[in-house]
């Protein structure tokens, strides 16, 4: 009897200790709708070769060449995040031991009462202390303010702007095409999608980094062509760019409208950086890949951004680390590091603020050779002090596809992995924001980059049902899940 009694408690202290921290890291909110669809930052080919030549530093001590990541990993790191976890299951040890010690006779009768009490009360602490140690925000990590952000591509909602803003993302990268809101040569502009977009981000507390990129056909022959041909080409980029800006910056005709006395106020958060194109050095942005169009480019966005807002920031096009060889070899690729210095050799420096960077690689001692091979440009033309933004990364959670790692675990291991390295390195690499592709999975019903089904923090479907990857994030970031 008294064996099945002992048996009975150490079973309920156990599912108390495995069962409560599971579910609530699994927790989430209600089901939740899609819509608006921006476009993803990565080709929709094969797996394909990296072209990037590794630094013997990369090869002889990666970071995650292999990660294996577990369930038992994830919550090993989760207990020792937590103090309050330690001292839960220091106490339920202690109680373990006692009932032991008790059911063998090793503690005598006269001691019962006492070691009820004593069991009773470590049951009654332990518990609510593991509650409150699951459940409280961990603690963020020591990076620049702003350093965590995502993007989407299923869609924005209010919801989803809320669960980043309680999970520790500060910031959203926004595609702002420019087809969408002039579609045809007239002078007005349908700013409708753009608009809710701002609004849910501001709402939430987000920051919004807009990339502005493509040609409405009226204005180009192909949309990936840079209207910077002919002046009527670069008017209307230049006046596009403006009104943009007098719609979203300081005294932005946005926060005029959603100001405290409308019907509808929003709190004011303008935006104050500007990315200027999208991987720039590839060919599903950028037709023909040319440093030269690009400078044009980026000299008229700059000029027009800073005559509205001078405080603001403008960043380079986000420049897809590594490109295939066989694109590179076409003409139709550039290395994210040889077209960092064709511009600073044709003259870009005086027009950006930022440079950017997409270091899709294998693992992260990839991603550090990558990083130090663009770094080393920026010092090589004395620009040190300009900061750097890596404005998408990502890792998928499938099998076999490309920048696939192999399960949603060792997702979740490389997470942790690659913001480790650059928490660790961001004053090094003067590195002040990194921006994960992307929030949520595409569904494979949508055709999409063949890693753009997994490389979310989240599942596809309705609803928000969180990866593992999405609890690395939260702790690294200080959120909640």
């Given at each position: 009897m008294k064996s099945?009694?002992?048996?009975?408690?150490?079973?309920?202290?156990?599912?108390?200790?495995?069962?409560?921290?599971?579910?609530?890291?699994?927790?989430?909110?209600?089901?939740?709708?899609?819509?608006?669809?921006p476009i993803s930052g990565v080709g929709n080919d094969k797996p394909i070769q990296s072209g990037l030549s590794l630094e013997k530093e990369a090869v002889t001590n990666p970071v995650a060449g292999s990660d294996g990541g577990s369930f038992a990993g994830d919550f090993l790191d989760a207990v020792a995040s937590s103090w309050l976890i330690i001292v839960a299951l220091v106490l339920v040890a202690a109680l373990s031991a006692f009932l032991v010690a008790r059911h063998r006779g090793t503690i005598t009768d006269r001691r019962s009462l006492m070691a009820r009490g004593a069991a009773l009360l470590a049951v009654a602490v332990a518990i609510?202390?593991?509650?409150?140690?699951?459940?409280?925000s961990a603690k963020r990590a020591a990076a620049p303010k702003g350093f965590f952000g995502t993007l989407t591509q299923t869609g924005f909602t209010s919801p989803d702007a809320v669960r980043m803003s309680r999970g520790g993302i500060e910031s959203i990268r926004m595609p702002l095409p420019w087809p969408s809101v002039q579609p045809n040569g007239s002078y007005e502009f349908d700013w409708t999608s753009i608009d809710d977009f701002v609004k849910q981000a501001s709402v939430a507390g987000l920051t919004v980094l807009p990339y502005l990129y493509d040609s409405p056909g009226w204005a180009t022959p192909v949309h990936t062509r840079m209207p910077v041909y002919n002046d009527a080409q670069r008017k209307a980029w230049r006046d596009f760019v403006t009104a943009?800006?007098?719609?979203?910056?300081?005294?932005?005709?946005?926060?005029?409208?959603?100001?405290?006395?409308?019907?509808?106020?929003?709190?004011k958060r303008p935006i104050r950086n500007w990315q200027i194109w999208n991987e720039a050095n590839f060919f599903y942005f950028s037709t023909p890949v040319s440093p030269r169009d690009y400078v044009n480019l980026l000299k008229i966005a700059s000029k027009a951004v800073r005559s509205v807002d001078p405080k603001a920031k403008v960043y380079l096009s986000g420049l897809y680390g590594s490109p295939p060889k066989k694109e590179i070899r076409k003409g139709r690729a550039m290395a994210s590091w040889v077209f960092l210095d064709r511009l600073y050799r044709l003259g870009a420096k005086p027009w950006f603020d930022f440079a950017a960077l997409h270091p899709y690689t294998p693992n992260t001692g990839q991603t550090r050779a990558l990083m130090n091979k663009f770094r080393k440009v920026m010092i090589r033309y004395r620009d040190r002090a300009t900061p750097v933004s890596i404005t998408e990364v990502g890792w998928g959670s499938a099998r076999k596809g490309f920048l696939d790692v192999g399960s949603p675990q060792k997702q979740a291991r490389q997470v942790t992995s690659a913001y480790r390295y650059f928490i660790s390195n961001w004053r090094k690499l003067n590195l002040r924001?990194?921006?994960?592709?992307?929030?949520?999975?595409?569904?494979?019903?949508?055709?999409?980059?063949?890693?753009?089904?997994?490389?979310?923090?989240?599942?596809?479907?309705?609803?928000?049902?969180?990866?593992?990857?999405?609890?690395?994030?939260?702790?690294?970031?200080?959120?909640?899940?």
């Open positions: 099945s009694k002992v048996k009975l408690i150490l079973a309920m202290l156990a599912a108390t200790l495995v069962v409560l921290p599971s579910a609530q890291a699994w927790a989430g909110p209600a089901s939740i709708e899609y819509g608006f669809e609510p202390l593991v509650s409150l140690g699951t459940a409280e943009a800006v007098k719609r979203y910056g300081p005294q932005g005709e946005f926060w005029q409208e959603h100001g405290p006395g409308s019907a509808s106020p929003v709190p924001s990194v921006y994960w592709f992307a929030w949520k999975d595409k569904p494979r019903s949508e055709e999409s980059c063949n890693f753009c089904y997994s490389t979310g923090l989240f599942k596809a479907g309705k609803g928000l049902k969180a990866k593992p990857a999405w609890r690395s994030m939260v702790r690294l970031a200080g959120g909640k899940p």
